[in-house]
């Protein structure tokens, strides 16, 4: 029987940039797509997966992201006190069981691929899980929970896959934040920046990994649909997915894009016309 990926590294260490400056104190990765912070999206997919550690790459100054996943006793305690019902009671959830939180430091942002790397201590020589926040997928069955089925089935790496537009690159699938490398992978990493934008990407080091030790390599088309919430144009198309099937705002927002979108749909017509 195959060994399961019981650990997961989530790369948290990016500067935000482009929400600037919506991202000058507050992580990208806190920003939520309607009211839950993209990291528990990521946190959450992990634990209905069966991760169970789960290791941060963060940056300095980026922490704050370690009080959101942490119990919160006192407010999650305030409402039952009240006799009201408990808005927070979804989060007990989400977090983290003490002891199965690491966190490493990432001095630089050199790309993805390095921010992996640099948990290859923590992760050993165990399977582990890459989970990227800015990427929430949320069906039914979770992404994570689909690649890992993958894993069991086949071992060696897998990553998650989506059909794109055809365009310059060799293919029309590409590679989304969900994957289960190999151990070996963390061994390239860190090699050298010579992937897209001059950065060290993970999907360079898991090419240097097959060509050292060829072996499986699956990628799944998964079911779902995944928000790129990394972009500006990203984001509110991830909210406008996923607040619908949200219980509270869900009924008024789905009732406010029955009646509005067939108007904004002809003002983005005319806007594309005068272009």
Request: charged fraction near 25%.
């Given at each position: 029987?195959?060994?399961?990926?019981t650990?997961?590294?989530?790369?948290?260490?990016?500067?935000?940039?482009?929400?600037?400056?919506?991202?000058?104190r507050?992580?990208?990765?806190?920003?939520?797509?309607?009211?839950?912070?993209?990291?528990?999206?990521?946190?959450?997919?992990?634990r209905?997966?069966?991760i169970?550690?789960?290791i941060?790459?963060?940056?300095r100054g980026?922490?704050?992201?370690q009080?959101?996943i942490?119990?919160?006793?006192a407010?999650e305690?305030h409402?039952?006190?009240?006799?009201?019902?408990?808005?927070?009671?979804?989060?007990?959830?989400?977090?983290?069981?003490?002891?199965?939180?690491a966190?490493?430091?990432?001095?630089?942002?050199?790309?993805?691929g390095?921010a992996?790397?640099?948990?290859r201590?923590?992760?050993?020589?165990?399977?582990?899980?890459?989970?990227?926040?800015?990427?929430p997928i949320?069906?039914?069955?979770?992404c994570?929970?689909q690649m890992?089925?993958?894993?069991?089935?086949?071992?060696?790496?897998?990553?998650?896959a989506?059909?794109?537009?055809?365009?310059?690159?060799?293919?029309?699938?590409a590679?989304?934040?969900?994957?289960?490398?190999?151990p070996?992978?963390?061994r390239?990493?860190g090699?050298?920046?010579?992937?897209?934008?001059g950065?060290?990407?993970?999907?360079?080091?898991?090419?240097?990994?097959?060509?050292?030790?060829?072996?499986?390599?699956?990628?799944?088309?998964?079911?779902?649909?995944?928000?790129?919430c990394g972009?500006?144009?990203?984001?509110?198309?991830?909210?406008?997915?996923?607040?619908p099937a949200?219980?509270?705002?869900?009924?008024?927002?789905?009732?406010?894009?029955?009646?509005?979108?067939?108007?904004?749909?002809?003002?983005?017509?005319?806007?594309?016309a005068a272009?």
């Amino acid at each position: 029987m195959r060994p399961r990926a019981t650990a997961a590294i989530l790369p948290v260490a990016g500067l935000g940039t482009r929400f600037r400056p919506g991202t000058t104190r507050i992580p990208r990765e806190l920003l939520p797509a309607v009211d839950l912070p993209l990291i528990r999206h990521a946190t959450d997919a992990a634990r209905a997966a069966g991760i169970r550690d789960v290791i941060f790459v963060a940056a300095r100054g980026r922490s704050a992201w370690q009080d959101d996943i942490d119990a919160h006793p006192a407010p999650e305690r305030h409402p039952r006190k009240a006799g009201r019902d408990d808005p927070l009671a979804a989060l007990g959830g989400s977090n983290i069981d003490g002891g199965h939180l690491a966190c490493v430091r990432q001095h630089a942002p050199p790309g993805r691929g390095h921010a992996v790397w640099c948990a290859r201590r923590l992760a050993g020589a165990r399977p582990f899980a890459v989970i990227l926040p800015d990427d929430p997928i949320p069906p039914e069955t979770p992404c994570r929970a689909q690649m890992m089925e993958v894993h069991a089935e086949h071992g060696g790496s897998g990553v998650a896959a989506m059909r794109v537009a055809p365009g310059a690159a060799p293919s029309d699938m590409a590679v989304t934040g969900r994957g289960i490398p190999r151990p070996a992978v963390l061994r390239h990493p860190g090699a050298k920046a010579d992937g897209a934008g001059g950065g060290i990407q993970l999907t360079d080091a898991i090419a240097r990994a097959l060509a050292g030790n060829p072996g499986p390599h699956v990628a799944r088309r998964f079911e779902g649909t995944r928000h790129d919430c990394g972009s500006k144009a990203g984001r509110p198309r991830a909210r406008v997915d996923i607040a619908p099937a949200h219980p509270e705002p869900g009924p008024a927002l789905r009732d406010v894009l029955a009646r509005r979108v067939p108007a904004a749909a002809r003002a983005a017509r005319g806007l594309a016309a005068a272009e």
